[in-house]
C-alpha cells in the first residue's frame, strides 16, 4: 500500500464516520503527538537492550505496531488536509537529505 492508496482509505474510514468536522490540521497535529507519546510509554525508563527484548513478546510487539501505525495514521490525515502529497514529500526529502548528508561523507 502506498501513501495515496492508504490516504483514499483512511479519508473514507473517517467520511463514513461523519468524524472529518473533527479533523483540523491542529487536531491531527496534536493527535499525531499524543500517539507518539503513547508510543514513547512503551520505551520510557528501558535501556536500548531492555526494549529490544521486549518487543521479542508478540503482544508487547503488537502493541507497539498499534502505537506507530496511530501516528502514520494521524500523519497521513494531516497531510490530507493540508493537500500534500505524501509519496511526493518523502520522495523529495529523501533527494535532500542524500543531497545534506552525502554517503561519501560518511
Ligand atoms: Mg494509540
Do not use: C
Request: glycine content about 4%.
Amino acid at each position: 500500500m502506498d501513501f495515496r492508496e492508504l490516504e483514499e482509505r483512511l479519508v473514507a474510514f473517517r467520511d463514513v464516520r461523519n468524524w472529518a468536522k473533527y479533523h483540523t490540521p491542529k487536531n491531527l497535529a496534536i493527535s499525531a503527538a499524543v500517539e507518539l507519546g503513547e508510543l514513547l510509554e512503551h520505551f520510557q525508563w528501558g535501556s536500548d537492550g531492555e526494549i529490544l527484548e521486549a518487543v521479542k513478546d508478540p503482544a508487547k510487539r503488537e502493541a507497539i505496531a498499534d502505537e506507530i501505525a496511530d501516528v502514520v495514521i494521524y500523519l497521513t490525515l494531516l497531510a490530507h488536509e493540508l493537500d500534500i502529497d505524501l509519496d511526493e514529500a518523502v520522495e523529495r526529502k529523501l533527494e535532500k537529505n542524500g543531497e545534506k548528508y552525502p554517503a561519501k561523507k560518511y
